[in-house]
């Protein structure tokens, strides 16, 4: 289904070590809204969708698993040079002391990554409908993340960020569009 480049989707830059920022970015990490649960989310939902939009929901995942990798890189980059001390000033003392540096899949209030941030009913228009919540939720964190850093770099990436989800949310908009014609043509349903 995959393959892998070894790069990202778009480049990941910052200007300075900033771990309160990195905090904040693990809600697109591991929170409700995050890359991870629309990916997860994608994936499953493909196996009660008609065909004809089960390449649109591999599409997305796919991309949004690359999402996933940008956002551990950030974290990272703004947390590979910090002190212990820092950390715990950052309110990631908690996260330290569980993992050490290690990226782990909870949100920025340290909740763990639940499954129950997986949506799916089963209905294809209603699926459709919560993904395209779920990618202006996407995009209203990354527009909040972005007013959040004065890092112009930081910024770059996570804006490039808001714009996939404004164009994901474009295309599950489409496929309502397709499946409601086809509804109401009784093609399906």
């Known amino acids: 289904m995959w393959v892998y480049e070894k790069k990202l989707q778009y480049p990941v830059r910052v200007s300075k070590c900033d771990p309160h920022m990195a905090k904040l970015l693990m809600e697109q990490y591991g929170g409700a809204d995050g890359e991870l649960a629309a990916a997860l989310r994608y994936l499953n939902q493909r196996y009660t969708i008609p065909d004809k939009i089960i390449g649109l929901l591999n599409d997305i995942a796919t991309e949004e698993f690359a ?3 940008m956002i551990a890189t950030m974290i990272y980059k703004l947390t590979k040079d910090v002190t212990v001390e820092q950390l715990e000033q950052a309110g990631l003392d908690a ?3 569980n993992h050490d540096r290690a990226l782990f899949y909870n949100n920025a209030a340290g909740v763990p990554f639940t499954a129950t ?3 799916a009913k089963g209905d294809p228009i209603a699926d459709l409908y919560e993904d395209i919540a779920a990618e202006e939720k996407a995009r209203a ?3 909040w993340l972005i007013d959040m850093t004065d890092d112009v770099d930081l910024q770059d990436s ?3 960020l808001r714009e996939r989800e404004i164009v994901h949310s474009l295309r599950f908009r489409e496929a ?3 499946l409601k014609d086809d509804r109401d ?3 399906i349903f």
């Open 117 to 119: 941030y997986i949506q």
């Open 158 to 160: 996570l804006k490039f």
């Open 141 to 143: 964190t990354y527009q």
């Open 185 to 187: 043509t009784k093609k």
């Open 95 to 97: 996260h330290y002391v």
């Open 67 to 69: 999402h996933l990798e």
């Open 176 to 178: 309502v569009e397709i």
